[in-house]
């Protein structure tokens, strides 16, 4: 029962309503604004953004786990049913073929093709799962005769897929936690992209790559968190489950040497750097040797020098040529071909298809296609940017040259020759060095400093799109990024439809091969799905780069803040050393800290020097002459103590009531 006040209400009790005239009117639809003297609920609820957060992930892995379910059961594994049903997972394959069904341990009995970690994650899991009842002959009574019927389900593999689903999901939770408190308060919705994504959905339960993206997104976290050892320590362990939180070090390294952020850098390197040693060397030391057919052919050097064997000559490899258990992750990747949804693939099966002969149909096709393409965009950017038409003018004919003349170079040289192992190499890493020194430079000359996720957005697609290996799975690591880097979502939805895409046109073309073309479809719709999905891709990516350049289309650092004086405001390098703008949410000690080095056109980079007038002061000092209001003093900023993952931020904006850390607050989303 409601207590009536006995004092007058405070100012924080009073109705909204009644200072707006409108809401007051509209509110007499439902009996008029309360009283002065009415005691109001308090409008906290245990509903965060954060918890619904919680909520729609667990959702999204249950309709994973669903969607893989007819796999669960290995007798359906028939007749293509794993690719009809679109329910193929590595998970269910994986646990017979890596020996965990015959109780193996990864590296110590088997030479898994994985990561140290995700060995792990399989043998931590097979450990339980193999308790369960493996499959039984069962017979039926013909005629007086005992014959074979069928055989009873493995609950082994149906239990490992059960405990890793489970796994997967507190994964995929930790992930977008993390994801939503790096967003920050304001923006904490952002995280819903990831929570809600199509390819989470179907690729959760695909590979174990989640558990690498959950330690990425950690790790960037503890970095925005401002505590560098703790997010190298996260990354380091990411780099042990997949290889790409390498291109974290590598954008933290930029970002942080333009703004003199030295110390920090060399903390996090160093931290994960320790991490990767720690791991690699013990397990090393107890993998065991085994030859080309995965067969075990020696112990292992701590074994070994524990007899008082030649552990020495293990060193350089063992008997008859055997490799060390670790070391067929390094030698799988490097002696496998262009895997199916790779550009390399994809340029094979055209150069053996169509002849890409100067001036033939598939060179005609390409220079068409490319010229509307770079009209389209030359006139979309001149439109924009008219001081800038010389520059793309230039820019367009260059890359319509490129490709008009390259294509066809390349095709037919593959067309030829072939695409060789070691070429393939060569190219793959040649093209991926490219594209990190464009970023470099992009981030480098930028006007004002990018954020840390549209840097490692970037990088990320770079690796991938250059990569002779682009397996389904891996587009789940872009999600946490996109969330950061461009919370939109039009093209993410887009882009999820083209993965959807690509993974049907990819069963079905699997179903093709097996059967001999007799059901599914042919190679080029799968190619060309790959084709959109990477195009896809690559306009995020461009669209990320437009934002770099020209901050005002940036909706975390405006705000989605339609007025053109603040919009155009974030564009000036000072805009970034405001501490009432948003400048990088998930930058930690880059956020709001003044350049030093780095910049184009001579534009100021570095913190203002004595007598000269500083850049966050001279911004605010315009803005209170124009509504003719003293100069706020320059607020301080309390240092954040390292490792308070979980703790609220400090409030830069000065609004009362502050936001809850998980985003409960009034500016929350």
């Not at 997104?217 to 970095?223: F, I, N, R, T, V």
């Not at 397996?471 to 083209?498: D, E, H, K, N």
Request: hydrophobic fraction near 50%; include cysteine; proline fraction near 7%.
């Amino acid at each position: 029962m409601a207590r009536m006040a006995t004092t007058p209400a405070s100012p924080a009790r009073v109705s909204p309503a009644r200072e707006d005239p409108v809401v007051a009117g509209a509110s007499q639809l439902i009996g008029g604004p309360p009283g002065e003297h009415a005691v109001l609920a308090d409008r906290r609820t245990w509903l965060t953004p954060l918890r619904v957060l919680m909520a729609l992930v667990i959702v999204a892995s249950v309709l994973g786990y669903t969607q893989k379910i007819g796999c669960r059961d290995t007798r359906t594994w028939t007749h293509e049913h794993q690719y009809s049903a679109l329910c193929y997972s590595d998970v269910v394959a994986l646990y017979s073929q890596e020996g965990l069904v015959d109780g193996k341990i990864p590296y110590l009995d088997y030479p898994t093709e994985y990561p140290p970690l995700i060995g792990a994650a399989m043998a931590l899991i097979s450990w339980p799962a193999g308790h369960a009842s493996g499959p039984k002959a069962v017979y039926r009574d013909d005629g007086g005769r005992r014959v074979f019927d069928h055989y009873t389900m493995d609950r082994r593999s149906a239990v490992f897929y059960d405990l890793t689903a489970l796994l997967f999901m507190i994964a995929a939770c930790v992930a977008v936690a993390c994801t939503a408190l790096a967003a920050g308060s304001r923006r904490v919705w952002d995280a819903a992209l990831f929570a809600l994504a199509p390819a989470l959905v179907l690729h959760l339960l695909t590979n174990w790559d989640i558990l690498a993206v959950v330690f990425a997104a950690g790790g960037l976290l503890a970095w925005s968190r401002r505590a560098p050892r703790l997010a190298g320590v996260l990354l380091g362990l990411g780099i042990l489950t997949k290889l790409y939180p390498v291109l974290f070090l590598l954008g933290l390294g930029i970002l942080c040497l333009r703004a003199g952020k030295l110390r920090e850098l060399a903390k996090t390197v160093t931290a994960a750097v320790v991490t990767v040693i720690v791991v690699v060397v013990p397990l090393w030391l107890s993998a065991g040797y085994f030859d080309e057919q995965n067969n075990k052919v020696g112990d292992s050097i701590w074994t070994t020098f524990w007899r008082g064997g030649d552990w020495l000559r293990l060193l350089g490899g063992g008997p008859d040529g055997a490799r060390n258990g670790l070391a067929r992750f390094i030698d799988l990747n490097s002696d496998r071909s262009a895997d199916w949804d790779s550009l390399a693939f994809g340029a094979t099966w055209l150069a053996d298809r169509h002849d890409p002969a100067w001036f033939g149909p598939l060179h005609l096709v390409v220079c068409v296609v490319m010229a509307v393409v770079v009209l389209a965009v030359a006139a979309a950017l001149i439109v924009h940017r008219p001081d800038t038409r010389r520059l793309v003018a230039a820019s367009a004919v260059a890359a319509f040259g490129t490709v008009a003349i390259a294509v066809p170079l390349v095709l037919q040289g593959i067309r030829e020759h072939g695409l060789p192992v070691g070429t393939l190499n060569i190219i793959t890493a040649a093209t991926l060095v490219v594209a990190v020194v464009a970023i470099g430079l992009l981030t480098w000359f930028a006007p004002r400093r990018p954020r840390l996720p549209q840097v490692l957005f970037l990088l990320v697609v770079a690796f991938l799109l250059s990569n002779k290996v682009f397996s389904p799975q891996y587009t789940i690591w872009l999600l946490p990024l996109v969330a950061l880097a461009r919370p939109r979502w039009r093209l993410f939805l887009l882009w999820q439809a083209c993965e959807a895409w690509v993974l049907f046109t990819r069963f079905m073309h699997f179903i093709y091969n097996d059967t001999q073309g007799r059901h599914g479809i042919d190679r080029g719709w799968f190619v060309g799905a790959v084709a959109l999905r990477d195009l896809v891709l690559l306009v995020m990516a461009a669209f990320v780069v437009r934002e770099i350049l020209h901050p005002r289309a940036d909706v975390v650092r405006t705000g989605g803040s339609l007025d053109p004086t603040d919009r155009l405001a974030a564009d000036r390098p000072a805009a970034g050393l405001d501490q009432d703008a948003v400048d990088d949410p998930a930058g930690g000690v880059l956020d709001h800290a003044p350049d030093v080095r780095g910049g184009w056109r001579g534009r100021p980079t570095r913190p203002a020097r004595d007598g000269d007038p500083e850049p966050e002061l001279a911004t605010v000092a315009a803005r209170a002459a124009v509504a003719d209001e003293p100069t706020p003093p320059r607020p301080e900023l309390e240092p954040v103590e390292p490792g308070a993952l979980f703790r609220p931020r400090h409030d830069r904006s000065g609004t009362a009531g502050g936001s809850e850390p998980d985003g409960s607050g009034p500016a929350g989303g």
